[in-house]
């Protein structure tokens, strides 16, 4: 009886390369990279050098979104951050309540992550809750002239 061999399918040199760049553009050095390939392979690999093609695939594209967003522990949690945080939900509230609607916290974090495109609130950046600020409080000011023309209509009639 044959068993299966399961095929190998090494990441290749241009993988490799790209990681380490961007561990580096991340301040990371090989050893962190090493240590947490473990937790990335789920325990297929122990090191950098024993990753599989697809699990350097998806290092590269976690690595590339922490890029993309960059988080940083003092930065997420700043009392200037929080500060903005509320005050993007103070202005989604308002927004939501201009419609008539009568929204709990749960909701308003919900269609805040959802208008960010990210999972959690903290994953925003700043320049992100600023933007979403911004827009936010454009149709606050949209809600109450339309909520004004519909007064007007209906007190004509």
């Known amino acids: 009886m044959k068993t299966k061999q ?8 241009a993988q490799r390369k790209h990681i380490f760049f961007l561990l580096k553009q ?3 050095p090989k050893e962190v990279g090493d240590g947490m ?3 990335w392979t789920s325990g ?13 695939m998806e290092i590269i594209k976690y690595l590339k979104s922490l890029l993309a967003n960059p988080r940083t522990p003092q930065g997420r949690d700043s009392d200037k951050m929080d500060k903005k945080r509320k005050g993007l939900i103070k202005a989604v509230f308002a927004w939501l309540q201009l419609q008539g609607k009568d929204p709990d916290l749960d ?8 208008a960010g495109g990210v999972d959690y609130i903290n994953d925003l950046t700043e320049v992100d809750l600023q ?24 007190s004509n009639n």
């Open 37 to 39: 390939c473990p937790e």
């Open 6 to 13: 399961r095929k190998s399918n090494p990441m290749t040199d």
């Open 26 to 28: 991340l301040n990371m």
């Open 131 to 154: 933007r979403l600020y911004a827009e936010f409080c454009k149709k606050q000011k949209a809600q109450i002239e339309m909520n004004q023309e519909q007064i007007l209509t209906f």
């Open 107 to 114: 909701y308003v974090l919900g269609v805040i992550c959802k």
């Open 44 to 56: 297929r690999a122990a090191k950098i050098s024993e990753l599989q093609f697809i699990d350097a």
